[in-house]
């Protein structure tokens, strides 16, 4: 054998494969039917086990007897025996008989004979030997636990045994190496083996004795595990589980004392204590053991009690406002109102603010300079999207992979209980099967209840009171009512050209430039090219794209300044002189030279690099819009109206054209159904009014539809438009198909229309009408019922454009057309003529 060293009186498991063995197995031990036939040499194979070749090894001189007491054959992983042998006596080899099939070999018993001849030689010596060994072996095994019955017996076989028979039998019991145990093999003269086994012993107990020491805390358990498995690496495996045991007793300590010391509401207190009783009973192998320990540590984390304190002047917050935020007047106001009454009523009670306005308007960062002035933490919760009600409130514990809601969550990040919570986005809340998170943030949301909202992973109530909520979105339409009720909703409407260009130099182009790690010195951006960037390069409500569009010049100039090289850019056209009159209109070859020339002659190589149009284009790429509406209004059959989108106003065109066919309709550019209804209103109006107003058909008919097909258009297909305020836009625009006659170019409309030729209010008309003053429009034409909805728009956009309040269609057909519509009188007039 390779595997270990087999003593007499002891008994061991040993594994048998290779050729020789097997058939010694086989042939002996199986086919054997005498007691004779059991008794096998077990040799200790000194040799490298490895080089297991057909050769017999090496044998070493002395080996031991043993009675096979078990054999069991397996096949896996390989045709295998395992044997179980109990020694008997030492022998030694005295001539090698036969090698195969397996070795026979003549030997003599070593032990008895020894007994025999020695035994009384030194007797005495050997006595006292024995003696000193004998109390060794007490010591060792009552170091032991006796409730452990192997331990027992162990202790009254050290009695009843011959003293010889100890140090072969405490030797493979005792944690002993396999060349100690050779040595031990190798001592056939009892003296010597007695002296052997001494220190053996002797270091096994004081094993146990520093092991003893290092846990005198340890539970009867692990003592057991020590005894039953005398074993240093398993002994010190335990030691380090150990500590880690302790450690995270330690920490439950440390958790309990951080719960009572923590000022958590009673009800949250009376729940925790309850958990870290169960904690502390658990196994923490257990998989509740780490979520309770998650649970106890998060009620531990929120701030149940501490807060920031308000430093509220509403003069510095006026301060802060405006700042922060160019225009949005009506907003600050508002937020400013708030903040007054917060301020002389503490604990306000009051309805939550919504923000709702097109994208890039500054709701956001609205919201942010309100935690600003108040000096509270500030935390953004995104809503967009969310379709889950667990999301807002939380899974309960007994879920997999369970967490707290945003809102819990939130005061967790922040650690103050009276942040302000910004609900980012509350019109794109969706429902799924997992409930509606809508329903969820009523709770949030309403000052009544709030005090004792309830996530269901905490499963206590929390006082959100503190906590100042916001909300924003883009459009009130997709919010569920009851949240909406909730909520004091104030309209961001979208800037004007003159406010962005503002909002750019004084916020915008500043931030940029740190962010680029660029200076005023370096570049300048002069206001025709920002407005060039606004009118020609973005199309939209608030100011994201055109913060994009400065950060892709920031961008390109910090490359130009990190090279070095803006000097070799001047043939490019990146810079030109001081205060040019960039217009669009100058021509392409003449200028540029003259520039740079003047460039190079006047200014310091590292003056500031100049955006104009050239250098936009340069950077920018070819201009993404046109001013596009004259063009597109230069045949009969188009007209502009305005739109509202949750992106802010639009312009858009109503086209039509007429083709023989059987007095059909047909609608395209993926309508709702109120636009296909307008358009329906439309025609029936034109055709019952078609002889007032000269209106006929290719034929020359009155009856507009009288072999004639109809197709009304709406570009910009990809947009789902509904809504019933393009009613006046198509009455317009087939009143110029059917007469022929072109819409003004600079005309734009809105208004709802009734079938007796009456236009009602629609919403919406702040949007509407700087969507129309950014694309140039001068003439505006509203519902005469939407007249209140002017002052809102600022005065210098109002002094631009001319409006034309219209209360019926003649009107509107009046003021689209150049001289007027022809009304009946003069058709009358006309016809008589004829
Ligand atoms: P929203 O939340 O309305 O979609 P954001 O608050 O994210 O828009 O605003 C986008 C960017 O525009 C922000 O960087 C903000 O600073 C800037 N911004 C918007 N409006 C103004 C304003 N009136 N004054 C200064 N910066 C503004």
New binding site residues.
Partial sequence: THESVLLPGSTMRTSVDSPRNMQLVRSRLLKGTSLRSTIIGVIPNTSDPTSDCDDLPNLHRIGTAALAVQVVGSNWPKAHYTLLVTGLCRFQILQLLKEKPYPIAEVQQLDRLEQFTNGHKSEEELGELSEQFYKYAVQLVEMLDMSVPAVAKLRRLLDNLPREALPDILTSIIRTTNQEKLQILDAVRLEERFKMTIPLLVRQIEGLKLLQKTRKSKQDDDKRIVAIRPNRRITHGSITEDEEEEEDHDDVVMLEKKIRTSSMSEQALKVCLKEIKRLKKMPQSMPEYALTRNYLELMVELPWNKSTKDRLEIRAARIVLDN?????EKLKKRVLEYLAVRQLKNNLKGPILCFV?P???????VGRSIAKTLGREFHRIALGGVCDQSDIRGHRRTYVGSMPGRIINGLKTVGVNNPVFLLDEVDKLAKSLQGDPAAALLEVLDPEQNHSFTDHYLNVAFDLSQVLFIA?ANTTATIPPALLDRMEVIQVPGYTQEEKIE?AHR??IPKQLELHGLTPQQIQIPQVTTLGIITRYTREA???AL?RKLGAICRAVAVKVAEGQHKEAKPDRAEVGEGEDCKEHITEDAKPESISDTADLSLPPEMPILIDFHALKDILGPPLYDMEVSERLSQPGVAVGLAWTPLGGEIMFVEASRMEGEGQLTLTGQLGDVMKESAHLAISWLRSNAKRYQLTNASGSFDLLDNTDIHLHFPAGAVTKDGPSAGVTIVTCLASLFSGRLVCSDVAMTGEITLRGLVLPVGGIKDKVLAAHRAGLKRIIIPQRNEKDLEEIAAHVRQELTFVLAACLDEVLNAAFDGGFAAKARLEHFNSKL
């Fill in positions: 922060d935020h160019y225009a949005m306005g994208p890039g308007v500054g709701k956001t960062s924003t909002i916020h915008l608030g100011v994201r913060d």
